[in-house]
C-alpha cells in the first residue's frame, strides 16, 4: 500500500488553514488536509463538530472566513456551488434535498443535464439516470415522488443524483445516518465500488462503525478544529477520540 | 466486503466506470432527436395544440365582432399568464412586477410609432429588447431576494417604472397619455383592424404556448423547477441559479413586453396609468394561480375560463358581476388551491375525485 504522502500527484482536494466563524461561534478553525486521488477519507465527529460545515465551505455552500480550497491543485475558494460542481466535485445533502415535484428518474436526470459530460438531451439524461437508478439499487422507484422513498432510498437517491454529474470527488455528508444494520453494509458497498471505479471519496459519518470499514484515513473533528488524522486503526486507538465521542467517564472507566 | 485496493488504483474498467464517467452518446441535432422521439402517446399535446389553432383561425370567419373582441383579449392573456407562469410557476419568483415589461413594451411602440415615425415591425423587436433589458437589469438584483421580498421588490420596480415613464413628458406625453399615429400619411404602418389585432393577437397567444412548452420539457426547463424546489440543490449538481433565474425572467419579460407592444397599437391612444395597471399583474397571478401553475395546460385553461367567466358575469349580472367574480375566484382557491388542472390530472392519475379529501391534502 503506498501511503498518501509519497503519491507524487496533485492531491484532489485540499484544504488549507480553513476557518468559519457563525457570529461569535468558530463552527471550523485551522482545519488542513489534503486528499489524494483514489483515496477514500472519512470525517467523523460528535454533533456540531464542524462536519457538514466543511463539507459546505468545500462546494460552495458557505464562504470561509479564513483559509483556502484547492480542487485539483486549483485554488477554488469561495466559488459558486456549479463552479464547484464543474470542477467535478459532488456532494448530498445530510438533510436529503430532492427536487419534491419530480419524479426520482428526473431527479437525478437532472444532474446528468447540468453536471459534467452532459447529455445534450432531457431523454438521454434519463437514460444515464435509470443506469444510476440501477447502480444504487433503487431503479423499481423510478417513477415514484421522492417524498414516498424510505429514508435509505432517499439517501440513495441524493448519491445517485450526485454522481449523475459524474464527479471525480464525491462528499458524501452523513449518508449512512438512520440506516438499518445491512443499508449500512450495502451503502459501504457502494463506496468502495465508487472507489474502485476511480472516484475520490470524502465520507462524513456520524456512524463511526461504518465509517471505520470504508475509510483509508480518517479525520476526527472537534469543537470545529481537526483531533487527529490518520489510519482508523490509529484514531480507534487514540484516547482524546474515544474521550470527545464518549467523555471522561468512559475513558476512565476503561483505563481502570 | 471488498477489500481495500491500492490508494492510487486505476480505475477499473467496466460498467461500472462506464456508468459513473459517461459515455458518448448519439450526437444527433436537438430538433432531429425530439422529432425521432415523438410517439403516438406524446404528440398528441402538439396536434390538439395545432387543431385549436386552425379552430382559432376558422373561427374568426363565423363570429360577431363583439365575440372577436372578447376572444382577442382571451389570447392576450394566453400570452401573459403563460409568461408569469415560466418565473412565477416554474422557476418559483413570484413577480408582482410583471406590468411593467408590458407598459415598456407598449410605450417604447408608442414614442417609436408616434415620435420617429418607426414602424410598427420595426419598434416590436426593439420593444422586446427594452423589456428585456429591463429585467435583466432589476433582475441580478431583485433575484436574489426569494418569496415575499422578491413579490415586493418587482412591485415596487414596475411602480417605479410608470413614474419614469410618467415623468418624461418631452418624450412620452407623461400623464397626459400618448397615441400612435394610425390612418392617412403619418401611419408608420397601417391600422390591423379588428380581424388583424385577433388574428395578432392568436399567433402571440399561441407563441407564448410553444415557448412555455418547449422551455418546460428542455433542460433549461429542468434548471427552472430545480431552482423552484431547492436553489443549494440545484447549485450543487452543476445550475447556474443566476442564469436561470435571470433568463428565465427575461424570457418571461420578453413576452409581456411583446403583449404589451401589440396592445399599445390596438389601443391607439393610452395613458401609464393603462398600461402599467397592476391589475394586469393580478390577473397573470390569479390566472396561472386559478389554473394550476408548474404546466402549460394550467395557465392556459386559468386565463381562458377567467376570462370567459368575467365577460359572462359582466354581461348576465350587471352591477354586482365583480362581487361574484371574485366570489368565485375564493371559492376556486379554497377547493383546489393547487389550481384546477393540477387538480384534475392528479385526480385523473390517482382515480382519487373526492374535493374534500384534496382541501384537507394541501390544507394541513
Not at chain 2, 382571451?74 to 407562469?85: G, M, S
Request: include cysteine.
Amino acid at each position: 500500500m503506498i501511503a498518501p504522502s509519497e503519491v507524487p500527484s496533485v492531491p484532489v482536494l485540499e484544504v488549507r488553514h480553513l476557518a468559519k466563524r457563525f457570529g461569535g461561534l468558530w463552527a471550523l478553525r485551522d482545519v488542513s488536509f489534503s486528499v489524494s486521488e483514489g483515496e477514500i477519507l472519512g470525517v467523523i465527529g460528535p454533533n456540531g463538530a464542524g462536519k457538514s460545515t466543511l463539507v459546505n465551505l468545500i462546494t460552495g455552500h458557505a464562504r470561509p472566513t479564513t483559509g483556502q480550497v484547492l480542487i485539483g491543485g486549483q485554488d477554488v475558494t469561495g466559488q459558486r456551488p456549479w463552479v464547484i460542481a464543474h470542477d467535478r466535485v459532488a456532494r448530498t445533502f445530510q438533510i436529503v434535498k430532492p427536487f419534491r415535484g419530480l419524479t426520482v428518474r428526473e431527479n437525478v436526470a437532472i444532474g446528468a443535464m447540468h453536471g459534467n459530460e452532459r447529455d445534450r438531451s432531457v431523454r438521454d439524461s434519463l437514460a444515464t439516470a435509470d443506469e444510476l437508478l440501477d447502480l444504487v439499487g433503487i431503479a423499481k422507484h423510478a417513477n415514484a415522488a421522492p417524498m414516498q422513498l424510505s429514508v435509505a432510498d432517499a439517501r440513495r437517491l441524493e448519491l445517485a443524483k450526485a454522481l449523475a454529474t459524474r464527479p471525480r470527488l464525491l462528499l458524501i455528508d452523513e449518508v449512512m445516518a438512520g440506516l438499518r444494520h445491512h443499508e449500512i453494509e450495502s451503502a459501504v458497498e457502494l463506496i468502495h465500488r465508487l472507489r474502485d471505479a476511480g472516484i475520490t471519496v470524502v465520507a462524513v459519518e456520524h456512524v463511526m462503525k461504518a465509517i471505520v470499514s470504508v475509510s483509508d484515513r480518517i479525520l476526527v473533528l472537534h469543537h470545529g478544529s481537526i483531533l487527529t488524522l490518520g489510519s482508523p486503526r490509529e484514531v480507534l486507538s487514540d484516547p482524546r477520540v474515544i474521550e470527545a465521542y464518549l467523555g471522561h467517564r468512559y475513558v476512565k472507566r476503561r483505563s481502570e | 466486503m471488498s477489500s481495500r485496493g491500492p490508494l492510487s488504483a486505476a480505475p477499473t474498467p467496466g460498467p461500472m466506470a462506464d456508468i459513473l464517467r459517461g459515455r458518448a452518446r448519439s450526437r444527433q441535432g436537438l430538433f432531429v432527436g425530439w422529432i425521432r422521439a415523438l410517439t403516438p402517446a406524446n404528440s398528441w399535446p402538439a396536434l390538439a395544440g395545432l387543431l385549436v389553432f386552425a379552430a382559432m383561425l376558422a373561427l374568426q370567419q363565423l363570429i360577431e365582432p363583439g365575440t372577436q373582441r372578447l376572444l382577442t383579449s382571451v389570447f392576450l392573456f394566453v400570452a401573459l399568464a403563460q409568461a408569469w407562469n415560466i418565473i412565477g410557476g416554474y422557476t418559483g419568483y413570484a413577480s408582482f412586477g410583471q406590468v411593467a415589461f408590458f407598459g415598456l413594451g407598449a410605450y417604447t411602440v408608442a414614442v417609436l410609432m408616434n415620435n420617429y415615425h418607426v414602424s410598427f415591425w420595426a419598434a416590436l423587436p426593439l420593444a422586446v429588447l427594452v423589456g428585456v433589458v429591463f429585467a435583466v437589469a432589476i433582475g441580478l438584483p431583485l433575484l436574489r431576494l426569494r418569496g415575499h421580498y422578491f413579490a415586493i421588490a418587482t412591485l415596487g420596480a414596475a411602480e417605479g417604472a410608470r413614474e419614469v415613464i410618467n415623468n418624461l413628458t418631452s418624450v412620452t406625453g407623461g400623464g397626459g397619455g400618448i397615441t400612435i399615429p394610425t390612418f392617412g400619411s403619418d401611419a408608420p404602418t397601417p391600422y390591423f383592424g379588428k380581424p388583424g389585432f385577433y388574428l395578432a393577437f392568436l399567433v402571440l397567444a399561441a407563441v407564448s404556448v410553444v415557448v412555455a412548452a418547449v422551455l418546460a420539457r428542455s433542460r433549461f426547463g429542468y434548471a427552472m423547477v430545480a431552482v423552484h424546489e431547492d436553489e443549494d440543490a440545484a447549485g450543487a449538481v452543476g445550475i447556474n441559479t443566476t442564469v436561470v433565474k435571470v433568463v428565465a425572467f427575461g424570457v418571461s419579460a420578453a413576452i409581456v413586453a411583446c403583449a404589451g407592444a401589440f396592445y399599445a397599437f390596438q389601443q391607439i391612444e393610452f395613458y401609464p396609468t393603462d398600461v402599467f395597471d397592476a391589475s394586469f399583474t393580478v390577473l397573470m397571478v390569479i390566472m396561472v394561480m386559478i389554473g394550476g401553475s408548474g404546466s402549460v395546460v394550467g395557465p392556459l385553461a386559468g386565463a381562458v375560463g377567467l376570462q370567459l367567466l368575467s365577460q359572462f358575469l359582466r354581461v348576465n349580472l350587471g352591477n354586482f358581476n365583480q362581487l361574484i367574480f371574485g366570489a368565485i375566484i375564493v371559492l376556486v382557491v379554497v377547493f383546489f388551491p393547487q389550481g384546477v388542472v393540477t387538480y384534475l390530472r392528479d385526480a385523473w392519475r390517482t382515480r382519487q375525485f373526492s374535493i374534500l379529501d384534496n382541501v384537507r391534502r394541501y390544507r394541513l
